[in-house]
């Protein structure tokens, strides 16, 4: 009974205190450059943050270094100011491969750690495989997936579970709106993938084009593991645009198709993994890039938001290579937990838990993040190639 | 017209690929009587090869391709070890669990080694394309089409013009009496699961360089395999050819000419048909199945 | 050449073949008579392997017991099967190419021109698929292919079978032939033929030797023999 008055109690707190968040969030949002003040406050226990993210040289070959260097540059930079609450950040990456029956085994060594707050996994596989034990664990997570089960209304979806990529469907509808009213396009051809993935960006898509009054000419779909997509493509012959909710590996079949039958001109749009490193491998040939479009999280690289080329200048610094949108949301997600911390100067999980819950308007490198059916971020950039890199279009802040 | 040629040979370069994995397929069950469902997975393994000797040994491309299709010989002959004869006594439908077996080993190992994010096999002829008729045709599937000819006219006096090949027919055809021959059943099972080892690599190193690689790159071309098999009656490699060029077409020409959406399914329905209706396969003349 | 010791053949509780002993000397013709489930057939699978069984079998004095059939065959101890067992979908010519599977390095008395000199009749039939031919064609084959294994000892279960008087004259007409240069041990129904060409013979009866000796005697026993097979159940090795 004494601690569910508590609980209330601090629900009410840290309800009341947005504004307050807001003000520790702009502190940390200039990244690389600001430092942040430590408030002058005691934790009893340091906050322990514990990611579960396969790094290089793990269990999974393709794992990139972007999400712990993320996490790890953000956790450098507060301990540095000085720690949360008198004492250093203490941080934990538990290896996790992105598929497999060792997910669970990576979750249970990631709550032996007794984390205050979980951050990945970044594969929908991952986070389906570790919902229920997390919900039963009562440790906040915020995973960058993209994945609607687990969204607050979601099948799996749990009070504890946060996720800070857009929603797919949102960003699908970004595809759409970009060609009607960016590029003028009346005539929209479809390509998509016979997955819940593209077959959800594809719905939100024919309504967006109806919406706007424009028209589809042509749809296709096929198999996540199409071999070949010359029908497909001669079929888009006469659009002003294509939509593609298709993989990584069909765009990148789409894109040489499109190529080899004479339409490379066709403004292409594809989703998030255009923004992938591995998307100009896949195509093959960087020349083919050019024009190519994708509704990704962010752009780093090209974001006029004040501080966040400086945060990308300190990235390419610090690491050595362009830090991915997942490299910025996890950075994010780290002071997005300071900052809960620091208000409601308490780092356990239920504190974190309801501030996530809360939270918003905190304006990070990534994107201003608020809280919306368990979603953090709701914005999208139409990212196009340019010499091999990704020059921004448009950002959209209503995904959705 | 440009598009019926774009499809027709789109079509018929799918079916080509198909043939070489289905007549991986032909060779294995006519020397062993199984199904080598492993099939799929060794012509991933052969891209993912390739595509390492290429970019992590710097190696040619035709020299990273041949690497790719001598290690899948060698990779056919250890599934023929491990995977099948210690068991080549047992039920055929242990024999065939096992070649799955294989598979799941096979995919979990390219997993460990390689990930699961896309890539990439370069093609000799990159994205060139050739008009014909007015459709641009890319030059890789003429050379899927060129290659795979040779390939079958190699295996056609393979099986018929020496020693190797009489064997492993009349293997097929009459087991025991095989054995009373002297045809040493362990050593052409060997043989021939490496043979189609090395077939898988060499439909990998074909198709690869058309779309991106992933782990999942052999199972459709393995799926149409054996419905080419279905339809060419599993005995000739004249039937099996048919077959999987059969499979190529109906899938590109039903996809552009009655709807897209079936495309992926029109193979099966022939092959459905075909199970109804002949039994025995198009080119089939006999029926002789121990699966 | 061939010692069989003791040897037994049983499918599931039936016993086919029970202790048999049995010899074949090198160059010797040696007949295997008796009447249908005998266990003629199963000694004669037995030997060359391609049926389980107990017993000692020695070829040439090396055990051949535990050897694959491929593997007893490639020592020389060829089987034509009865039923000829002509693989369907080869040729006659690929069929009678096959046979050389078996030689191993051995040299070979008979090359495939040597088989169409015994068999004129197989030369039309060279490119003709062994499903398309007639009985008698097949066992032309199936002895052609035996021969261009090149047997030490060829193991022939039941030429005759199911062929018509000619043709059975023509397959022993060669069998006569090749009797000099091929040792065998012949398993037959027709008892009077194979006593013709055989040295000595073994006549089993339920699974036993009931009788063995020179042809001749055997022969001369023939109505001994006959009256044997009715109580068969109380011979013991005959021996």
């Given amino acids: ?400 | ?291 | 050449m061939l010692e069989v010791r003791d040897l037994r053949v049983t499918y599931g509780t039936t016993v086919a073949v029970d202790g048999v002993d049995l010899d074949v000397g090198g160059g010797e013709i040696v007949a295997l008579l008796g009447p249908n489930g005998a266990g003629k057939t199963s000694t004669l699978r037995a030997i060359s392997r391609v049926v389980p069984a107990t017993g000692t079998i020695t070829f040439d004095g090396e055990p051949v017991g535990a050897l694959r059939p491929e593997a007893v065959a490639r020592r020389g101890l060829v089987h034509v099967p009865e039923g000829r067992h002509v693989f369907p979908n080869l040729s006659v010519h690929e069929n009678l190419l096959v046979g050389r599977s078996a030689r191993d390095g051995r040299p070979s008395a008979f090359e495939v021109d040597d088989v169409y000199d015994l068999f004129p009749e197989l030369v039309p039939l060279r490119s003709r698929a062994g499903w398309a031919l007639s009985g008698g064609e097949q066992q032309m084959v199936a002895i052609g292919r035996g021969l261009l294994a090149a047997p030490r000892l060829l193991l022939l279960d039941e030429p005759s079978l199911g062929l018509a008087p000619t043709v059975v004259d023509r397959v022993y007409a060669v069998l006569t032939e090749v009797a000099g240069r091929v040792p065998l041990l012949l398993v037959e129904q027709d008892t009077e033929r194979a006593l013709r060409l055989a040295a000595r013979a073994y006549v089993m009866a339920a699974g036993r030797v009931a009788l063995s000796g020179p042809a001749g005697e055997v022969a001369g026993r023939d109505e001994l023999v006959a009256s044997y097979l009715g109580r068969t159940a109380t011979v013991r090795d005959g021996a």
């Fill in chain 1, 1 to 400: 009974m004494g601690s569910l008055l508590a609980l209330s109690l601090l629900a009410a707190a840290c309800g009341d205190d947005d504004d307050g968040d807001d003000a520790a969030a702009d502190e940390s949002a200039a990244g690389g450059t600001t430092t942040t003040t430590a408030p002058d406050y005691e934790l009893e226990e340091p906050l322990r943050i514990v990611a579960v993210i396969s790094e290089p040289g793990g269990s999974d070959p393709n794992a990139v270094p972007d999400y712990v260097d993320g996490i790890e540059m953000a956790i450098a930079e507060i301990n540095e100011a000085g720690g949360l609450g008198g004492h250093p950040i203490e941080f934990e990456a538990v290896e996790t491969p992105a598929v497999g029956d060792e997910i669970t085994n990576s979750l249970n060594l990631a709550l032996e750690e007794d984390p205050d707050v979980l951050l990945g996994p970044v594969s929908s596989t991952a986070v389906l495989a570790m919902a229920e034990r997390v919900d039963a664990a009562g440790v906040p997570m915020i995973h960058n997936t993209t994945e609607p089960k687990v969204a607050g209304d979601g099948e799996a979806g749990s009070p504890w579970i946060f996720g800070n990529r857009p929603p797919n469907d949102g960003a699908a509808r970004i595809a759409a709106r970009y060609a009607v009213e960016e590029l003028g396009a009346e005539e929209i051809g479809q390509l998509y993938v016979n997955t819940a993935f593209g077959q959800s960006g594809n719905e939100a898509q024919d309504a967006e084009i109806e919406e706007l009054g424009a028209e589809v000419a042509a749809e296709r779909s096929f198999e996540f593991n199409a071999t070949d997509l010359t029908e497909a493509v001669l079929a888009m012959e006469d659009v002003d645009v294509v939509l593609d909710w298709g993989t990584p590996a069909t765009v990148g079949l789409a894109v040489n198709t499109l190529a080899q039958q004479g339409l490379a001109d066709v403004p292409h749009i594809g989703p998030g993994s255009v923004g992938f490193s591995f998307f100009a491998d896949i195509v093959g040939d960087e020349s083919l890039l050019e024009g190519v479009l994708g509704v990704v999280d962010c752009n780093p690289a090209d974001d006029d938001r004040e501080g966040v080329e400086a945060w990308h200048d300190a990235f390419v610094e610090e690491y050595g290579y362009e830090p991915s949108y997942g490299a910025a949301q996890m950075y994010d997600a780290v002071h997005i937990v300071a900052a809960i911390v620091n208000e409601a100067q308490a780092a356990d999980p239920e504190t974190i838990r309801q501030g996530l819950e809360s939270l918003d308007g905190h304006e990070g490198i990534c994107a201003i993040y608020s809280n919306e059916n368990n979603v953090l971020q709701h914005s999208s950039v139409v990212v196009r190639f340019e010499d091999g890199s990704l020059v921004t279009e448009k950002t959209y802040d209503d995904v959705g």
């Fill in chain 2, 1 to 291: 017209m440009e598009r019926f040629v774009s499809l027709f040979v789109t079509g018929v370069a799918q079916g080509a690929v198909f043939a070489v994995v289905a007549l991986g397929f032909l060779l294995i069950h006519k020397a062993t009587g199984v199904i080598n469902f492993a099939q799929g997975d060794l012509v991933t393994l052969g891209a993912y090869i390739a595509i390492w000797a290429a970019t992590d040994l710097e190696l040619p491309l035709l020299g990273a391709y041949a690497v790719a299709v001598a290690a899948l010989a060698a990779v056919g002959v250890l599934i023929e070890r491990f995977a099948y004869a210690p068991i080549r006594d047992r039920s055929i439908h242990v024999v065939v669990i096992s070649t799955l077996g294989a598979a799941l080993v096979i995919r979990a190992v390219i997993v460990l080694w390689r990930g699961t994010s896309p890539t990439r096999l370069r093609g000799p002829l990159g994205f060139e394309v050739v008009e014909v008729l007015g459709a641009r045709i890319p030059k890789q599937n003429l050379l899927i089409i060129g290659v795979t000819a040779v390939c079958v006219a190699a295996l056609w006096l393979l099986f018929h013009r020496t020693q190797f090949g009489r064997q492993v027919r009349a293997l097929a055809s009459d087991r025991m009496a095989a054995q009373m021959q002297g045809i040493r059943v362990a050593r052409m099972s060997m043989l021939t699961f490496g043979l189609a080892g090395g077939l898988s690599a060499l439909a990998g190193v074909l198709i690869a360089p058309t779309r991106a690689v992933t782990v999942d790159l052999g199972f459709g071309p393995m799926l149409y395999a054996f419905a080419a098999s279905i339809l060419g009656g599993m005995g000739s490699i004249g039937g099996v050819v048919v077959g999987a060029l059969a499979i190529g077409l109906v899938q590109q020409l039903g996809g552009g000419y009655l709807s897209p959406d079936y495309a992926e399914v029109y193979p099966f329905v022939l092959m459905l048909l075909v199970i109804a209706l002949r039994p025995q396969g198009v080119l089939g003349s006999e029926v002789r199945a121990r699966l």
